[in-house]
């Protein structure tokens, strides 16, 4: 029986494993990113879950004591950044519409002429509701609101009395001026007609003209009044403005310890945030005054910080202590 032997060309069997070779390289690392990028997206999938149970958790923490339905915080919404760590943007209560608190900013009042002190000074708004908070049991970490009542409540009843008398002073100094300008215009008048008025009529203009200064005497009293209470206005703003100061710094410093509570609390929650990453929360308009407006407070914590303080090896103050903190 004959038997046959092909034999390939040494060059062209080389040639034609290494394109096998290749083609299988090739299929293998497909295979492999594809696997990978499952992997990828399922841990992202975790890390989403993850970031919403803690947005509710975190609302549920800053809930007010009294009132069971309301929170110091509006709203909030979180994202991750891989290589950077999970970001929280929070807005405060105060923003919301039915959230209204006492440092709330609103349109300031319009000027009143010749009466700058009070046209610089911004209008304060109402406070609707007093929110009593004791967010921990460690005594550098207390804001109880119920000790601040009373003041809180001069201060609301002071507020609707400046934005009530602001309206009536402008109405009060829109009256004089216009009477003023009507009692000129006819003294004008007066003066004109005795300058060609026969004798006989001139005392009747005479007499006129002096019902018409006495007018204008009872009306320059009149504007001094005015003046006291502006002044008297101006003055009680400027202390509700420290005490709007005070009442902000005392909201913001108890969402600050709420948030700080809360990772001290459920921060392993956040499993797949590496912990060589970062938490950070972006508290809206927590910080300075600028312009019209407050700048956001920015607070960074360290994975492993807060790693440590779930395991009782960092307390919640020294958290606090440790993160960075800056305003933007």
Do not use: W
């Amino acid at each position: 029986m004959k038997t046959s032997t092909i034999v390939f060309p040494a060059s062209k069997f080389r040639s034609n494993v290494a394109n096998l070779t290749v083609k299988i390289a090739a299929i293998s690392t497909a295979l492999f990113i594809a696997f990978g990028a499952h992997s990828t997206e399922k841990n992202y999938d975790n890390l989403h879950k993850q970031l919403t149970i803690m947005n509710d958790i975190i609302l549920s923490s800053a809930k007010s004591t009294k009132h069971a339905n309301q929170s110091l915080i509006r709203s909030i919404e979180s994202v991750y950044l891989r290589g950077q760590g999970a970001i929280f943007t929070i807005k405060s209560a105060h923003g919301g519409s039915s959230h209204r608190q006492f440092f709330q900013t609103v349109r300031p009042l319009d000027p009143i002429a010749a009466l700058d002190p009070l046209a610089e000074l911004d209008a304060l708004a109402p406070l609707s509701e007093v929110e009593r908070v004791i967010i921990s049991n460690e005594d550098d970490l207390v804001v109880d609101f119920e000790q601040h009542e009373n003041e809180i409540e001069r201060v609301i009843e002071v507020f609707e009395q400046q934005r009530e008398g602001a309206r009536e002073l402008r109405s009060e100094q829109r009256e004089i001026a216009y009477e003023i300008r009507d009692i000129d215009r006819q003294r004008k008048d007066i003066e004109y007609q005795l300058q060609h008025a026969e004798k006989k009529n001139k005392e009747e203009l005479k007499a006129e003209l002096k019902e018409l200064e006495l007018e204008r005497v009872s009306l320059n009293k009149n504007k001094i009044k005015l003046e006291q209470k502006v002044t008297k206005l101006n003055k009680q703003r400027e202390t509700q403005k420290i005490a709007q100061s005070k009442a902000r710094k005392q909201h913001f410093l108890a969402v600050n310890n709420a948030l700080v509570e809360t990772l001290c609390l459920y921060g392993k929650g956040l499993r797949d945030v590496p912990k060589e990453e970062y938490v950070s929360f972006i508290i809206k308009g927590a910080g300075k005054q600028q312009g019209r407006g407050f700048k956001d407070r920015i607070l960074v914590f360290n994975k492993k910080d807060i790693n440590d303080c779930a395991n009782s090896k960092l307390t919640a103050k020294k958290l606090l202590a440790v993160a960075e903190q800056y305003q933007f």
